[in-house]
Nanobody
């Protein structure tokens, strides 16, 4: 079973950038496809982007396509989310998750989340 810990959240100004990290432990990281989700206040949790275990395939939701980039370093058991051109509506708790299935499958393992607030 894999454990996930996110980091890198905080307060960022509109138009700014931030990179989130998700460190995995307790499992064979390179077996898992990884995803980033977010949950804004009063809204459900939704998949933003995901990356195949080998890093060769990715998925992006339309809302973040062109602004967010997912990447992974299997040697460091870490997946990243680079977020650029942030807008107020990107304010949310961001979660990483892992699955042994495909990019859009059900995710079985979750981190605790990290808050990103976009504001002046």
């Amino acid at each position: 079973q894999v454990q996930l810990v996110e980091s890198g959240g905080g307060l960022v100004q509109p138009g700014g950038s931030v990179r989130l990290s998700c460190q995995a432990s307790g499992g064979t990281f390179s077996r898992y496809s990884m995803g980033w989700f977010r949950q804004a206040p009063g809204k459900g949790r939704g998949l933003l982007t995901s990356i195949h275990w080998d890093g060769h395939s990715t998925y992006y939701a339309d809302s973040v396509k062109g602004r967010f980039t997912i990447s992974r370093d299997n040697s460091k058991n870490t997946v990243y989310l680079q977020m650029n051109s942030l807008q107020r509506e990107d304010t949310a708790v961001y979660y990483c998750a892992a699955t042994l299935g495909g990019l859009l499958s059900t995710y079985d393992y979750w981190g605790q989340g990290t808050q990103v607030t976009v504001s002046f």
